[in-house]
Each structure stands twice: as structure tokens, then as C-alpha cells.
């Protein structure tokens, strides 16, 4: 096998100029393939990191018939009692309660369909971290009670500016329709448009005793100190709340999840297509680099070499030619993805397009060694695919014939 591989490397060099554009399109191929799945896990890591902290948190506490018909009605039994529990569990990084009302926000220059958030200032802070969402005005004040938060987009839409008054119009627990007057203290703005557009907060104490649920909660929203223990946490939540709806991130917005799935699967396909147009560039350099040397291949069969180790040549000579761009490909692929994870991509220009889609324009690209490890295996197969055909057509040279060329 020894004297195999000196002349399977040796051929390799035979034809240089040849062996060099293999090489580096395999190089180019493998850059290109991996730095295009970590670009998208960056993608994909923020958003859902995004969704997190800022929309969903990692689980959700509601009446069994809340998330069903989004009535008020439906109310959390001993809401701040579950929340005082929930808080005091060291897997819990934060927590907070709301109530979450369907309604209507509307001013003098038009109206505009809304979910209606009332929170808790002090949690929601350390939950979502919204003040530091607001562009202009403040947070909430603690000695005012009728303040609301909205979004730019809602105040550019009906012309609301800060301090200004907008009516928030909803139904109450018995059905009866209900509003009130809220001024604006701040304005705030997320990455994610749909929600902007759609959302906005008030104090709890605000909107609680207007609704007809005075001191209630129909939302509890937990923040889990690592998203590893979700499982766990929310099977102990189930336990302990047996009567409550109780669902992590993945249930509440299946979407984002389907998004994960298909991504990687969108992902490694690209990675299959770009390695399978390799292998058949691959494959026609051997093919040609077989039929060049017909006469030389013919030779070693006449002198007794068995058909077995002209296989094993070329195949060798195949698996050369793709192992010596691998690490050149992996070295600009790993180096590319360290520098701009660290500094990020910026796609500034294009804010307005990522945000209608709920991402960032600056996108930090990823890569897991699971991911590297399953490119790694793509490799191989690609390897041994392309040097398949090559190796059979080698096969098939008649000793006699081709030593009359």
C-alpha cells in the first residue's frame, strides 16, 4: 500500500497546472459551503435569541383557554401567587406577569388593531429589557398611572407624537366595551416590525380594575438563566401548575422552530450542491488524467499488477487531489467566520428589509462542531464518490490494445 500512495502522489503532480485548479476550486467550494451555513446560523441565532428576550421568553403561563379564544375571561386563578412562586426558583433568571388584551388604539388621524400589554415596569425591565427599546421619551413613570409605551411605527402610522393622547378601546371581562386615555411617554423600536406594529404596553394598574380583573394576571412570561434546562423547567411548571396551559418557545411560535429545521436542512443541501459540482469537476480532471496515461495503465497491467491496486491508484489519486484543498478551504473558512463573528456583517442599508422579517442587519455568523463534523463526513463522501468513475473506467483498459497506441 506504501509504494501505492508514493506513486498515487506522485501522479497527482504529474499535470500540475491541473492539479493546482482542483485543489483550489476545492478550496473555494468548501470556504463558500461552510461559511455559508454559519452565516446562516448567525441569522437564525438571532432571531431566535431576539424572540427570547424581547417577545416570548422561554415559557408562558396561561389559562388553558386563553391562547384558544384570547378573552379576557380567561384569567390565571392566583396569578401573583404562581408569580411569587415561579420567581423564587434559582433556574429563573427573570419573570414577570401581564395581562393581555385584543383592542384598538386610535387618533385623530386614524385607528389601529393592537395587543394591549399591561405590565409590571420593574419586572418587564428586567424581563425584556424594554427601556432600553425606547428612542424617545422615557419609561415609565412610577407616580403616573395613565401612560402608554408605542411603537414608531404605530406613532408615524397615526401621527402620534410624545405626550400626546391616544384612546385604547377594548372589551371587558363581561363583554362591554371600554376606554381610556392614555398620553404617550415613549416611543419605542424593536427589530422586529410585525411586532412593532402590533404592540403596545401600559402599566398593569393602569388597565387591571377597566378590565374587570382587579389584582389578576392571564400571562405569566419566564426567562430561564439557560435555554438547556427549558425541558426540565417546564415539565417541573406542569407538575406543580397542573390545571395551567403551560408551553416553552418552540409551542408558543412553531414558526421559529420550523425556521431552525428547514433552515439546516435548506443549508446542508446547498453545502450537497456546491460539493456534487466539485465531484464532477473532479470527476472529468481523473477521467482525463485516466485516458492521457491509457498506454501507462496498460503497462503495469501487463507486468503483473492486479486490476484491485489500479483501483486503489486511482482512487488514492482522487482522495489526494480533495484532501490537499481541504485545509486550505477549511483554514479560509474557519479564519472568516472567527473575524466576523467577532465584528459582524452589517447590512445597514437593508435594515428596513430585515426587520420586516423580525432580524438584525448585523449578522454575527456560527458554526457548531456538529455542523463540522457532518461537512466533514460530506467531504469524505464526496471523496470517494468522485473517485469512483475514474477508477472503474481505469478497469476496463485492455493491456493488449492500448500498448499497440
Same mark, same amino acid.
Given at each position: 500500500?506504501?509504494?501505492?500512495?508514493?506513486?498515487?502522489?506522485?501522479?497527482?503532480?504529474?499535470?500540475?497546472?491541473?492539479?493546482?485548479?482542483?485543489?483550489?476550486?476545492?478550496?473555494?467550494?468548501?470556504?463558500?459551503?461552510?461559511?455559508?451555513?454559519?452565516?446562516?446560523?448567525?441569522?437564525?441565532?438571532?432571531?431566535?435569541?431576539?424572540?427570547?428576550?424581547?417577545?416570548?421568553?422561554?415559557?408562558?403561563?396561561?389559562?388553558?383557554?386563553?391562547?384558544?379564544?384570547?378573552?379576557?375571561?380567561?384569567?390565571?386563578?392566583?396569578?401573583?401567587?404562581?408569580?411569587?412562586?415561579?420567581?423564587?426558583?434559582?433556574?429563573?433568571?427573570?419573570?414577570?406577569?401581564?395581562? =393581555? /388584551?385584543? *383592542?384598538?388604539?386610535?387618533?385623530?388621524?386614524?385607528? $389601529?388593531? !393592537?395587543? %394591549?400589554?399591561?405590565?409590571?415596569? @420593574?419586572?418587564?425591565?428586567?424581563?425584556?429589557?424594554?427601556?432600553?427599546? =425606547? /428612542?424617545? *421619551?422615557?419609561?415609565?413613570?412610577?407616580?403616573?398611572? $395613565?401612560? !402608554?409605551? %408605542?411603537?414608531?411605527?404605530?406613532? @408615524?402610522?397615526?401621527?402620534?407624537?410624545?405626550?400626546?393622547?391616544?384612546?385604547?378601546?377594548?372589551?371587558?371581562?363581561?363583554?362591554?366595551?371600554?376606554?381610556?386615555?392614555?398620553?404617550?411617554?415613549?416611543?419605542?423600536?424593536?427589530?422586529?416590525?410585525?411586532?412593532?406594529?402590533?404592540?403596545?404596553?401600559?402599566?398593569?394598574?393602569?388597565?387591571?380594575?377597566?378590565?374587570?380583573?382587579?389584582?389578576?394576571?392571564?400571562?405569566?412570561?419566564?426567562?430561564?438563566?439557560?435555554?438547556?434546562?427549558?425541558?426540565?423547567?417546564?415539565?417541573?411548571?406542569?407538575?406543580?401548575?397542573?390545571?395551567?396551559?403551560?408551553?416553552?418557545?418552540?409551542?408558543?411560535?412553531?414558526?421559529?422552530?420550523?425556521?431552525?429545521?428547514?433552515?439546516?436542512?435548506?443549508?446542508?443541501?446547498?453545502?450537497?450542491?456546491?460539493?456534487?459540482?466539485?465531484?464532477?469537476?473532479?470527476?472529468?480532471?481523473?477521467?482525463?488524467?485516466?485516458?492521457?496515461?491509457?498506454?501507462?495503465?496498460?503497462?503495469?497491467?501487463?507486468?503483473?499488477?492486479?486490476?484491485?491496486?489500479?483501483?486503489?491508484?486511482?482512487?488514492?489519486?482522487?482522495?489526494?487531489?480533495?484532501?490537499?484543498?481541504?485545509?486550505?478551504?477549511?483554514?479560509?473558512?474557519?479564519?472568516?467566520?472567527?473575524?466576523?463573528?467577532?465584528?459582524?456583517?452589517?447590512?445597514?442599508?437593508?435594515?428596513?428589509?430585515?426587520?420586516?422579517?423580525?432580524?438584525?442587519?448585523?449578522?454575527?455568523?456560527?458554526?457548531?462542531?456538529?455542523?463540522?463534523?457532518?461537512?466533514?463526513?460530506?467531504?469524505?463522501?464526496?471523496?470517494?464518490?468522485?473517485?469512483?468513475?475514474?477508477?472503474?473506467?481505469?478497469?476496463?483498459?485492455?493491456?493488449?490494445?492500448?500498448?499497440?497506441?
Amino acid at each position: 500500500m506504501s509504494v501505492l500512495t508514493k506513486i498515487a502522489r506522485r501522479n497527482i503532480w504529474r499535470s500540475k497546472k491541473r492539479s493546482l485548479i482542483i485543489m483550489i476550486a476545492v478550496s473555494i467550494g468548501l470556504w463558500a459551503g461552510i461559511f455559508m451555513i454559519a452565516f446562516y446560523n448567525g441569522m437564525i441565532e438571532q432571531r431566535i435569541n431576539s424572540a427570547i428576550t424581547s417577545e416570548l421568553s422561554h415559557i408562558q403561563l396561561h389559562h388553558a383557554m386563553f391562547r384558544k379564544e384570547y378573552e379576557i375571561k380567561y384569567e390565571l386563578p392566583e396569578g401573583k401567587k404562581m408569580l411569587e412562586m415561579i420567581s423564587n426558583d434559582p433556574d429563573i433568571k427573570a419573570s414577570a406577569g401581564r395581562i =393581555i /388584551i385584543k *383592542g384598538m388604539i386610535a387618533s385623530a388621524s386614524g385607528s $389601529n388593531g !393592537i395587543t %394591549i400589554n399591561g405590565v409590571m415596569p @420593574k419586572e418587564e425591565h428586567l424581563l425584556t429589557k424594554l427601556p432600553d427599546k =425606547i /428612542i424617545e *421619551g422615557k419609561y415609565f413613570d412610577n407616580h403616573q398611572t $395613565n401612560e !402608554i409605551l %408605542i411603537s414608531k411605527k404605530i406613532s @408615524k402610522k397615526l401621527k402620534i407624537n410624545l405626550n400626546k393622547k391616544a384612546i385604547v378601546t377594548f372589551q371587558d371581562k363581561e363583554g362591554n366595551l371600554a376606554s381610556i386615555a392614555f398620553r404617550v411617554c415613549g416611543i419605542y423600536k424593536t427589530i422586529n416590525g410585525p411586532y412593532d406594529d402590533a404592540n403596545v404596553f401600559v402599566k398593569i394598574n393602569a388597565i387591571d380594575s377597566l378590565a374587570g380583573i382587579p389584582n389578576s394576571l392571564n400571562e405569566i412570561a419566564i426567562l430561564l438563566q439557560s435555554n438547556s434546562t427549558l425541558d426540565n423547567n417546564q415539565k417541573k411548571l406542569q407538575q406543580n401548575f397542573p390545571n395551567i396551559e403551560i408551553k416553552n418557545w418552540k409551542e408558543i411560535a412553531p414558526e421559529l422552530g420550523l425556521t431552525v429545521s428547514v433552515g439546516n436542512q435548506m443549508a446542508y443541501i446547498l453545502m450537497g450542491i456546491i460539493l456534487l459540482a466539485l465531484a464532477f469537476g473532479i470527476i472529468n480532471t481523473m477521467m482525463m488524467s485516466v485516458l492521457e496515461r491509457t498506454w501507462e495503465i496498460g503497462m503495469l497491467l501487463a507486468l503483473g499488477m492486479n486490476k484491485f491496486k489500479i483501483f486503489v491508484m486511482i482512487v488514492l489519486e482522487t482522495i489526494f487531489l480533495i484532501l490537499i484543498g481541504c485545509p486550505l478551504g477549511l483554514l479560509l473558512a474557519l479564519t472568516t467566520i472567527v473575524v466576523t463573528n467577532h465584528r459582524g456583517i452589517d447590512f445597514s442599508k437593508y435594515t428596513e428589509v430585515y426587520s420586516s422579517f423580525g432580524y438584525k442587519s448585523v449578522i454575527y455568523p456560527s458554526l457548531t462542531m456538529g455542523q463540522f463534523g457532518i461537512i466533514m463526513l460530506l467531504v469524505v463522501f464526496t471523496a470517494l464518490f468522485s473517485a469512483i468513475f475514474p477508477a472503474i473506467r481505469a478497469l476496463k483498459i485492455n493491456p493488449a490494445e492500448s500498448l499497440k497506441k
